[in-house]
């Protein structure tokens, strides 16, 4: 979408006053935590941008809640989600007050309240499992906000991927990081990952138990509860897998 269709798709500008209360509407709460994958292009003409978007996140779920974002570099492996992340991502890592995983891949930033904790740790093996980001949303009961998106890039499925028992594939491979500022390189072991039937996944939960949806800018914004997806993930690749 270019500028003038974004501009032409709206009656007025998408304004971080407009976000704030279309999040409201669609049930974003503040206090809550809350895992966001956004297209900033699907709002329409956005006053601001991806920092307007992100500002209208924080403002909604406050200091109290806690937002987090994936910020995926996958150039050392086959990447499952994709290459690009998108113009929040790249807004939110660097903006002030938020904090970064370590994983070389897979990091997640995070915002607010539970930010450390939830970035803390992060495991080189199995970086979409249980002791990952993901992981630490889920025991804190928290939402996904596909904000503009579907769920070919919801990352919570992931985590239902390492808890289903199913036939999987294990991979191994080394990526750099820092630690204590020197470069060293990290052994890395995962699953292989997919996201081909996170689609028909995510319609099968939103039609067997459910999501909230309304649009936000111009976008269809889909909030759900991570726990209850997760698990019903779970059983769903249990039994199509």
Not at 50 to 72: K, M, Y
Not at 108 to 127: P, Q, R
Request: charged share 25%; with cysteine.
């Amino acid at each position: 979408m270019t500028e003038r269709d974004a501009v032409e798709a709206v009656d007025d500008p998408v304004t971080v006053e407009t976000l704030v209360g279309d999040l409201r509407g669609l049930g974003v709460e503040a206090g809550e935590t809350i895992l966001v994958h956004s297209s900033v292009s699907s709002l329409g003409w956005v006053a601001g941008g991806a920092q307007a978007v992100v500002e209208a996140l924080q403002r909604t779920v406050t200091e109290d809640g806690t937002l987090v974002v994936p910020t995926f570099t996958a150039q050392y492996t086959d990447p499952a989600p994709a290459r690009s992340v998108g113009a929040v991502p790249k807004c939110f890592r660097s903006h002030p007050g938020v904090v970064r995983s370590r994983h070389p891949t897979y990091s997640f930033a995070a915002w607010g309240a539970d930010a450390e904790a939830v970035v803390a740790d992060h495991s080189y093996e199995d970086g979409l499992g249980e002791a990952s980001p993901l992981g630490a949303v889920y025991d804190r009961g928290g939402s996904v906000l596909l904000l503009g998106v579907g769920h070919a890039v919801d990352t919570s499925l992931h985590l239902a991927e390492y808890r289903a028992t199913f036939p999987k594939e294990r991979a191994s491979h080394r990526a750099p990081v820092l630690q204590d500022g020197e470069r060293t390189v990290v052994e890395l072991e995962d699953i292989a990952l997919s996201t081909d039937d996170f689609p028909e996944v995510g319609a099968a939960f939103e039609r067997e138990v459910g999501a909230r949806e309304r649009p936000v800018g111009t976008a269809t914004a889909t909030l759900l509860d991570q726990p209850a997806l997760v698990d019903f993930a779970v059983e769903w690749f249990e039994a199509n897998r």
